[in-house]
């Protein structure tokens, strides 16, 4: 407060500007009238000014300058008020403009609860402040504990900016979803069975399954074959065995889709094969590469090596001996000659492809041509080489069709209907013939016995001189004179294949313990491929070799 | 004021013009700082100065002996500024 004497007379400004009462409002911020002996303030204008004292500055002042001392003293007293009423109102509006709303929604209430408790007449002004003062408190108290929670949220935003962005698996997690992979105990085992040893995960057991899951390449599908021996019901009849493919593949659709596929065709094969532990077939080439010892290997018999023997089957032992003799020499009994036509053929097997077996069929019609009797003929390979296909489109015939009439009528009609007719009758039971159904047992055998099945996914074909012979026979008893010209007219019309898988079919149901299961499966083999193996060379050999005894014969 | 109706707020050039007793030149029309403008707007050109004291103005009792020769000051001041004569 200015307590220095009255400012002397000045020439009154023409107008009251505003930047006379802004310098006075200056001065009463300012100064301090104790220990302050030259005053510098700023003037609206953005001039400075330096006062000797307040009361110098206050007749520098426009405005002031003419008044006296105590009343100037008023004005900065009245001015000093108001400032503080404008701060007082700013500092809510500001607020009011963050929270717009919830002002809105706190005022009116107020200020009819205001109204409401005074019954008298209210001036206008007085409920206007009272309006704003309990707004400010009520927001003041609004705002308060948002702050609070706005620091609590910055607080926490600013530490998990400074957290690193990385998804963190602990090894806890990784060594579960690894376990997962080896989950079952039996497949564990078995994997552990079958590599320990060669990968050394033995010597790394203890490890992390981690571990192991990282060792062992991708394998993309494993194969485990459980083979459950059945007793055949019949004591003469080979041993038939059902193979189950339980399929334990991952997670890949395409694994997936072949599971399903060998889940529900699941095949029965007549095989003399007893393996005494599961097989594992690894689909996956790069292990295969790596560990080719864990594949089944690739038989290559060579039945020039007496050595190299089907291995021993205890199925064999419920054979009767005379016929396990009577059946093995035949296996060595080629001549010369005919193991130097097959070698021929052997050769041109290279080129295994579809144009292989007509070059077989064209090479057995040129032999023929040259050594079987003119009224044998080479006919013109017919479309249905799937002898599952020929057997659908065969007529239903409106007579009955008994053992008689297929002997009968043996020497008229192609091979194949012979055969489809005599499957016909073997499906309806067994028949009263007992030359026949004791050759057909035979043939059973003898195919049975040199046939085996390791897997679905490729067919070896073991057909040796003594199935041959046994088909032989088969023949001759269902009435064919000639069974060497009926076979080779059956192989020109088709092929190699059509035959064999005849054969199969009768082989199968003349067992009457797996008749049944044979017939609900599916016996054509989709994946058979037309390469002449040496299995199939078995059976080239021992049809040319009829073929030369049959023109020995004739000469 | 009637009751019912506190939220009507009188224009604040207005109020202060009829706490100086000068309400009556509000729509008067007068040319100050170079632009013509009526008397009831005159904090438009002085209001950052003149706001503060009037509103001190405002809340000061009226049974202060200091209220009248401040009113009376500052109605010369304002009666000057807008180039009215005191007493019309």
């Known amino acids: 407060m200015l307590t220095s004497e009255a400012a002397p007379p000045r020439a009154m400004p023409d107008r009251v500007s505003g930047e006379t009462l802004h310098g006075v409002e200056n001065i009463g911020h300012q100064q301090s009238p104790v220990d302050i002996e030259a005053i510098s303030y700023t003037r609206v204008d953005g001039t400075v000014e330096v006062a000797s004292s307040p009361e110098d500055a206050m007749r520098r002042c426009p405005v002031l300058g003419k008044m006296s001392v105590e009343q100037a003293n008023v004005l900065l007293e009245l001015a000093s008020i108001g400032q503080e009423k404008i701060d007082a109102q700013k500092k809510p509006k500001e607020e009011f403009k963050q929270k717009p709303e919830e002002h809105k929604e706190t005022k009116k209430p107020i200020v009819e609860q205001v109204i409401k408790e005074d019954t008298k007449t209210i001036a206008q002004s007085e409920v206007k402040e009272t309006v704003t003062v309990t707004t400010k408190s009520l927001h003041e108290e609004m705002i308060q504990p948002q702050s609070e929670l706005d620091k609590t949220i910055d607080a926490h935003s600013a530490k998990i900016a400074t957290e690193p962005k990385v998804a963190r698996v602990t090894s806890s997690d990784e060594a579960i979803q690894a376990q997962k992979l080896v989950d079952s105990p039996y497949i564990e085992q078995q994997v552990r069975d079958k590599l320990a040893g060669r990968q050394n995960i033995k010597d790394e057991s203890s490890d992390k399954a981690t571990n192991i899951s990282l060792r062992i390449p991708p394998i993309e599908e494993i194969v485990i074959t459980n083979r459950l021996d059945r007793q055949p019901t019949a004591p003469d009849a080979p041993r038939a065995e059902i193979v189950i493919d339980n399929r334990i593949m991952d997670t890949t659709v395409a694994s997936k889709e072949t599971t399903e596929e060998n889940q529900e065709e699941p095949f029965l094969a007549t095989s003399q094969d007893s393996l005494d532990d599961d097989t594992f077939i690894f689909t996956d080439t790069e292990l295969a590469q790596e560990m080719p010892e864990l594949f089944i290997a690739e038989r290559d018999w060579d039945i020039t090596d007496p050595a190299i023997l089907p291995p021993f089957d205890p199925v064999a032992e419920t054979l009767d001996a005379s016929e396990s003799i009577d059946l093995l020499p035949e296996q060595v009994a080629i001549d010369a000659e005919t193991t130097e036509l097959f070698e021929q053929l052997l050769a041109m097997s290279v080129e295994a492809d579809e144009e292989t077996t007509s070059t077989f069929v064209k090479l057995v019609g040129e032999q023929s041509e040259a050594q079987v009797p003119k009224e044998v003929t080479v006919e013109v390979t017919s479309d249905v080489n799937v002898f599952a296909d020929f057997l659908d489109i065969q007529p239903e015939s409106e007579e009955t069709i008994d053992i008689e009439t297929i002997v009968t009528n043996a020497n008229e009609q192609p091979l194949e209907e012979t055969f489809a007719q005599l499957i016909e009758l073997l499906e309806g039971g067994s028949f009263d013939s007992t030359d026949v159904m004791s050759a057909i047992k035979d043939f059973s055998k003898a195919f049975a016995y040199s046939n085996r099945e390791h897997s679905t996914e490729r067919e070896e074909l073991l057909v040796t001189p003594a199935i041959t012979q046994k088909l032989l026979d088969l023949l001759r008893a269902i009435g064919y004179e000639n069974p060497q010209e009926a076979l080779l007219g059956l192989i020109s019309r088709h092929d190699l294949e059509f035959l064999v898988q005849a054969m199969r079919y009768l082989a199968q149901l003349a067992n009457p313990d797996n008749q049944h299961e044979f017939l609900r499966s599916n016996p054509v083999s989709h994946t058979f491929k037309y390469v002449i193996e040496p299995a199939a060379t078995r059976l080239g050999r021992s049809i040319l070799l009829l073929i030369k005894q049959q023109n020995l014969a004739y000469e | ?88």
């Open chain 2, 1 to 88: 004021m009637e009751r019912g109706k506190p939220d009507i707020e009188e224009h604040e050039g207005v109020r202060f013009l009829r706490l100086l007793g000068l309400d009556h030149l509000a729509d008067t029309e007068v040319v100050a700082g170079g632009n013509t403008i009526e008397v009831r707007n005159f904090l438009d050109v002085c209001g950052d100065h003149a706001r503060p004291v009037l509103l001190g103005l405002e809340t000061m009792d009226p049974a202060d002996p200091r209220f009248e020769p401040t009113k009376e000051a500052l109605r010369g001041l304002i009666s000057q500024y807008v180039g009215i004569e005191q007493g019309t």
